[in-house]
T-cell receptor, first 116, second 110 residues
């Protein structure tokens, strides 16, 4: 069964450094998402992306965050200058076309980001 | 805003026991509802879904019924196995964003 792939599985970065988290969505999917889960808290929506632009973003997704689909297969999340509170598990998700409310989003295994 | 509340864990059961994990939601209208499962060391996998009131989602012996009267979507399984040990997340879809509950950790003892 096709799946969403995320790399790396664990990323350790010094505070203030830039980090890029990578995702390969399922190949025929057209809608892409990033979520995060701070330890002990709920999984939270960060951003959705379709047709090479951001569809919606949460208040968490400030100017330090950006997303990109640099080629036909990868979808990346960049944090420009990391802060301690960015430490979390980051999940990428994708879905096929169709009504967004009914189509399930398929998630990757996540990247655990640790900021020192 | 919309939210999902699910029972606190961990839940510990013996193999072959009956499982219920309670989930209630607060939302306007009738959003699609989901259960996701996270096995140790893995990502979030869709377990089942229901898109409208009175729908029953089912998969791998798990079931949940969309109850609009009680705004609930409780997860049930008649006979759990050790391999069902995982974290279970109830969720709803609002405007193409998944809103998750906090998750319930399930331990099944052999």
């Amino acid at each position: 069964e096709p799946e969403v792939t995320q790399t790396p599985s664990h990323q350790v970065t010094q505070m203030g450094q830039e980090v890029i988290l990578r995702c390969v969505p399922i190949s025929n999917h057209l809608y892409f998402y990033w979520y995060r889960q701070i330890l002990g808290q709920k999984v939270e929506f960060l951003v959705s992306f379709y047709n090479n632009e951001i569809s919606e973003k949460s208040e968490i997704f400030d100017d330090q965050f950006s997303v990109e689909r640099p080629d036909g297969s990868n979808f990346t999340l960049k944090i420009r200058s990391t802060k301690l509170e960015d430490s979390a598990m980051y999940f990428c998700a994708s879905r096929v076309s169709g009504t967004g409310g009914n189509q399930p989003q398929h998630f990757g295994d996540g990247t655990r980001l640790s900021i020192l | 805003g919309d939210s999902v509340t699910q029972m606190e864990g961990p839940v510990t059961l013996s193999e072959e026991a009956f499982l219920t994990i309670n989930c209630t939601y607060t939302a306007t209208g009738y959003p699609s509802l989901f259960w996701y499962v996270q096995y140790p060391g893995e990502g979030l996998q869709l377990l089942l879904k229901a898109t409208k009131a009175d729908d029953k989602g089912s998969n791998k012996g798990f079931e949940a019924t969309y109850r609009k009267e009680t705004t609930s979507f409780h997860l049930e399984k008649g006979s759990v196995q050790v391999s069902d040990s995982a974290v279970y997340f109830c969720a709803l879809n609002r405007d193409d964003k998944i809103i998750f509950g906090k998750g319930t950790r399930l331990h099944i003892l052999p």
